[in-house]
């Protein structure tokens, strides 16, 4: 069956670091374009990035351009999303996703707090 297990959250203080990592099983990785998506509380899902299938097209949420990089390695089924001067408004739960299907890993939580 379908898995994806997202990893590398916690907790960061402002302008630092983090590297999420989602690891993805039961299907032809290769063939699905990847999304990260994050949900603060009280707020909806978002969509955070989104890479192609070959990993050649990128796009990201205006609120993160700049600051985070989403890669893949087909040769592994993991899609990964470096997050860089983070702030408070970060603050969510991280979902990867594979577009066109309806399965949600349990999300990896970022906080970014002092």
């Known amino acids: 069956q379908v898995q994806l297990v997202e990893s590398g959250g916690g907790l960061v203080q402002p302008g630092g670091s983090l590297r999420l990592s989602c690891t993805a099983s039961?299907?032809?990785?290769?063939?699905?374009?990847m999304t990260w998506y994050r949900q603060a509380p009280g707020k909806e899902r978002e969509l955070v990035a989104r890479?192609?299938?070959?990993?050649?097209?990128?796009n990201y949420a205006d609120s993160v351009r700049g600051r985070f990089t989403i890669s893949r390695d087909n040769t592994k089924n993991t899609v990964h999303l470096q997050m860089s001067s983070l702030k408070r408004e970060d603050t969510a739960v991280y979902y990867c996703?594979?577009?066109?299907?309806?399965?949600w890993g349990q999300g990896t939580q970022v906080t970014v707090s002092s």
């Open positions: 890479i192609g299938s070959a990993g050649g097209s990128k």
């Open positions: 996703n594979a577009e066109g299907m309806g399965y």
């Open positions: 039961g299907f032809t990785f290769s063939m699905y374009v």
